[in-house]
């Protein structure tokens, strides 16, 4: 074996070890070009579309219950509203001008300061 040959072995040698070497770095290379484009669609839109639905589902159901707690509300004014109105029947002071007797007195003390025919 002469000088010659075990130079280029050696030369071939070191060359495969650079191309495995250069591989390994294009590799992880291409990796890290991979996860950095990822990252940057992720930050391109930091609100997802399972987010946004989540955010919109709970818009909604909180929309209902509100609407809900409305007409609740609605139907607990009115009830405390005839409970007044029975009450004041019940004691007597039937002060609603709706009625019968209280137009008639109205129509009687109109025609009396001669407002009314």
Same mark, same amino acid.
């Given at each position: 074996?002469?000088?010659?040959?075990?130079?280029?072995?050696?030369?071939?040698?070191? +060359?495969?070890?650079?191309?495995?070497?250069?591989?390994?770095?294009?590799?992880?290379?291409?990796?890290?070009?991979? +996860?950095? #484009?990822?990252?940057?669609?992720? +930050?391109?839109?930091?609100?997802?579309?399972? #987010?946004?639905?989540?955010?919109?589902?709970?818009?909604?159901?909180?929309?209902?219950?509100?609407?809900?707690?409305?007409?609740?509300?609605?139907?607990?004014?009115?009830?405390?509203?005839?409970? +007044?109105?029975?009450?004041?029947?019940?004691?007597? #002071?039937?002060?609603?001008?709706?009625?019968?007797?209280?137009?008639?007195?109205?129509?009687?003390?109109?025609?009396?300061?001669? #407002?009314?025919?």
């Amino acid at each position: 074996m002469s000088f010659t040959e075990l130079s280029t072995g050696a030369v071939a040698l070191a +060359a495969l070890i650079v191309a495995i070497f250069a591989f390994a770095r294009a590799s992880r290379a291409v990796d890290y070009g991979i +996860a950095l #484009q990822k990252w940057a669609n992720e +930050a391109a839109d930091p609100v997802g579309k399972r #987010q946004i639905a989540d955010l919109a589902a709970t818009v909604t159901e909180l929309s209902d219950s509100y609407d809900s707690l409305l007409e609740s509300h609605k139907k607990l004014r009115a009830r405390i509203g005839m409970r +007044a109105v029975r009450e004041k029947r019940t004691n007597g #002071q039937d002060d609603d001008l709706a009625t019968t007797r209280d137009k008639v007195h109205l129509r009687q003390e109109l025609r009396r300061r001669g #407002q009314l025919p």
